[in-house]
């Protein structure tokens, strides 16, 4: 497997991703939607999100304001109780019930705080992983409305418009989060990245809206299941928002909550439930989730009566993957 090591301790090619096998094994049949006690999810003692979170988001490349439109919704859906149960506000939830040292839960509260339109290619259509920070710091040091350095409640996410390449994006990874180091940005900030695989990957990244490559079906239009708000480049790319967020909230500095002995390749609240969308999920099955009047597929609401279809996470209570829309 592909891993790149630097310096002592930045191991982290595949930290904290969407992985390829992750997306295999689901396509297997194994999964966690009963209860399991194999996996031996850990807390190791470092920070979580447990303050309310300054959301940066860092719109790389060529973006169409309908698609941007849709990912901020779902952001502004996360901390809305008043969406339609059962919600993203619901889904939420069950993040929150993880704690750390003091017994403080991770926030409830995700504010969008400002935006920065990186619209020139700063770093170029080619992104490494590194270079993702410098995109970062770019946007924290430009002169015309820069984003603040903000190591108390800031969390940074960029996002990547279809015509951009990724190291590892479309092989390896969907999306992943870590933290910024000092020497580049100036700070140790917790960030992640994500890809819109629209036309470079969708039956991969945008899966259940586009068939995968091996799977013999025709890409395109001929969609598995119909994207909820009408582009499956962008609402895979919700999902996978939502799953970095879980797990940049829950294991922000990778000291935090996951699974496994190895911190190079830690499985957390997310990575344990990839591909799980509803009760029954299993064997490349989403599970059981609700389809709109066009036949779109979605499981959880948000604001504006819009739709969305994101993935389950782990639940420590239930020990088990867990969505609000589970079936009892
Ligand atoms: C905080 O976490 C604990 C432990 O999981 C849980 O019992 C409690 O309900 C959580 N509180 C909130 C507000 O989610």
Same mark, same amino acid.
């Given at each position: 497997m592909l891993r790149s090591c630097h310096l002592l301790f930045i191991c982290f090619s595949f930290l904290a991703t969407i992985t390829k096998a992750q997306i295999d094994q689901f396509k297997g049949s194994k999964n966690y939607e009963g209860p399991s006690n194999l996996v031996d999810l850990q807390y190791h003692m470092g920070p979580i999100?447990?303050?309310? %979170?300054?959301?940066?988001? +860092? /719109? !790389?490349?060529?973006?169409?304001?309908?698609?941007?439109? @849709?990912? #901020?919704?779902?952001?502004?859906?996360?901390?809305?109780?008043? =969406? &339609?149960?059962? =919600?993203?506000?619901? /889904? /939420?939830?069950?993040?929150?019930?993880?704690?750390?040292? @003091?017994? =403080?839960?991770?926030?409830?509260?995700?504010?969008?705080?400002?935006?920065?339109?990186?619209?020139? !290619?700063?770093?170029?259509?080619?992104?490494?992983?590194?270079?993702?920070?410098?995109?970062?710091?770019?946007? +924290?040091? @430009?002169?015309?409305?820069?984003?603040?350095?903000?190591?108390? @409640?800031?969390?940074?996410? $960029?996002?990547?418009?279809?015509? &951009?390449? $990724?190291?590892?994006?479309? #092989?390896? $990874?969907?999306?992943?989060?870590?933290?910024?180091?000092?020497? %580049? $940005?100036?700070?140790?900030?917790? !960030?992640?990245?994500?890809?819109?695989?629209?036309?470079?990957?969708?039956?991969?990244?945008?899966?259940?809206?586009? /068939?995968?490559?091996?799977?013999?079906?025709?890409?395109?239009?001929?969609? +598995?299941?119909?994207?909820?708000?009408?582009?499956?480049?962008?609402?895979?790319? +919700? =999902?996978v928002i939502a799953h970095e967020l879980a797990e940049v909230s829950t294991d922000p500095f990778i000291s935090g909550w996951y699974a496994g002995n190895d911190p190079s390749f830690p499985n957390e609240i997310a990575d344990l439930c990839v591909g799980v969308y509803g009760t029954g999920a299993g064997g490349g099955f989403v599970g059981q989730v609700y389809k709109d009047k066009k036949g779109n597929a979605y499981n959880l609401n948000g604001v504006k009566g819009r739709r969305f279809l994101v993935q389950w996470v782990w639940d420590p209570v239930k020990k088990s993957c867990f969505g609000p829309n589970a079936i009892h």
């Open positions: 999100l447990t303050s309310p %979170i300054d959301l940066y988001i +860092i /719109w !790389y490349g060529n973006w169409n304001p309908n698609h941007q439109s @849709t990912i #901020r919704d779902f952001i502004y859906s996360l901390s809305s109780s008043s =969406s &339609v149960s059962p =919600s993203v506000f619901d /889904w /939420w939830q069950t993040i929150r019930l993880y704690t750390d040292q @003091t017994g =403080s839960n991770i926030t409830k509260s995700i504010s969008l705080s400002q935006e920065f339109i990186d619209s020139r !290619y700063s770093h170029g259509k080619f992104l490494t992983r590194l270079s993702i920070q410098s995109v970062i710091k770019n946007s +924290i040091q @430009t002169l015309h409305k820069p984003l603040p350095l903000n190591y108390r @409640t800031g969390l940074y996410l $960029v996002l990547t418009s279809s015509d &951009v390449q $990724v190291q590892d994006f479309c #092989r390896e $990874v969907c999306g992943f989060h870590y933290f910024t180091f000092p020497s %580049i $940005v100036g700070g140790t900030l917790p !960030y992640a990245w994500v890809g819109n695989s629209g036309t470079q990957c969708p039956g991969f990244c945008a899966y259940p809206f586009a /068939w995968p490559k091996y799977s013999g079906m025709p890409t395109g239009n001929k969609n +598995i299941m119909g994207a909820p708000n009408g582009d499956p480049g962008t609402e895979g790319m +919700i =999902s």
